[in-house]
């Protein structure tokens, strides 16, 4: 699955891994604020005209207003929320269905282990973004159907991860000790193996929750995500994009750098914690 984090950190070389991190750490924490903060910050309901349309950035609206006189920054700052529930429900859905099938695939093997291998492969065989649009169009829009459909792009990554690991990790000496006692195969996947594919499992979170965001933006951009008049960033992006020939750039501006901010921060992240955990060779 294609992930951009290796372009970003060689546009920044010369800054060193923990600025990054630190950095990601801020801008992911600033997108948070926002979310938390968003009935305090802003004045004016984000779904409701509350102004002449496509007024630029002044006092009064400091991202202006769209085409249907909507303050753009009530909607930015109330877009954080969306995309903040989107990604993190869909990847604790990824992870709650990715992990337990990928442990009990790796360490009973056998057919069922060839079954859900085939089933895995086949999902992650179609081009992630095509596959997200498919599913969330047929299930429609909504925060919840959205989540879904991008979680099941994302169980396969962390099936994989976590099988491969499995497999390395139940022919360890400590785990022919604790079959040879008569430990359960439950209590050998829960005390032996799971804790040692927590840091793969945090890696490959860190590292995909980037593309996540990126992927909810495709989704909200070509209106497959939430219904209108609920704020979104990739909305708001598909929304003002006709008018940026004629002058209107804050439209899309201010959408799409929140989009930026928040799936750099996670980038840069997602890379010191791989780098802490010396597991660089994780491939998303």
Same mark, same amino acid.
């Given at each position: ?19 990054l991190t630190l950095a990601g750490t801020i801008m992911v924490l600033f997108v948070i604020f926002l979310a938390i903060l968003a009935p305090i910050l802003t004045p004016y309901d984000p779904t409701k005209s509350v102004d002449l349309s496509l007024q630029p950035p002044s006092w009064k609206h400091p991202f202006g207003t769209n ?6 920054? &009530? ?61 969330? !169009? ?12 991008? !979680? ?49 499992? !945090? ?16 989704? &909200? ?17 598909? !929304? ?5 020939? &004629? ?38």
């Amino acid at each position: 699955m294609y992930t951009f984090r290796p372009l970003l950190v060689k546009l920044v070389p010369k800054i060193r891994l923990k600025g990054l991190t630190l950095a990601g750490t801020i801008m992911v924490l600033f997108v948070i604020f926002l979310a938390i903060l968003a009935p305090i910050l802003t004045p004016y309901d984000p779904t409701k005209s509350v102004d002449l349309s496509l007024q630029p950035p002044s006092w009064k609206h400091p991202f202006g207003t769209n085409k249907v006189g909507q303050d753009m920054w &009530s909607r930015t700052v109330y877009g954080a929320r969306t995309i903040l529930a989107v990604v993190f429900l869909s990847t604790i859905v990824s992870i709650l269905i990715g992990v337990p099938l990928g442990l009990i695939s790796g360490y009973i093997g056998g057919i069922l282990d060839r079954i859900l291998a085939m089933i895995m492969d086949a999902i992650y065989a179609f081009p992630g973004l095509i596959l997200a649009i498919a599913i969330a !169009a047929a299930m429609g829009p909504g925060i919840i159907n959205t989540a879904v459909s991008i !979680a099941i792009v994302y169980v396969p990554t962390y099936f994989r991860m976590v099988r491969g690991q499995t497999l390395s990790i139940k022919e360890q000496l400590y785990v022919e000790a604790a079959r040879a006692i008569g430990a359960k195969p439950l209590t050998i996947l829960t005390r032996y193996v799971f804790p040692n594919v927590i840091s793969v499992i !945090a890696v490959v979170f860190t590292l995909s929750v980037a593309d996540v965001v990126l992927t909810e933006a495709a989704l &909200s951009f070509f209106g497959l995500s939430v219904p209108a008049p609920t704020p979104d960033w990739g909305f708001d992006l598909k !929304a003002g994009h006709p008018y940026l020939l &004629s002058g209107y750039w804050w439209l899309i501006t201010f959408p799409g750098l929140m989009i930026m901010i928040l799936a750099v921060g996670f980038t840069f992240i997602g890379e010191g914690v791989a780098e802490y955990l010396g597991a660089r060779e994780v491939k998303i």
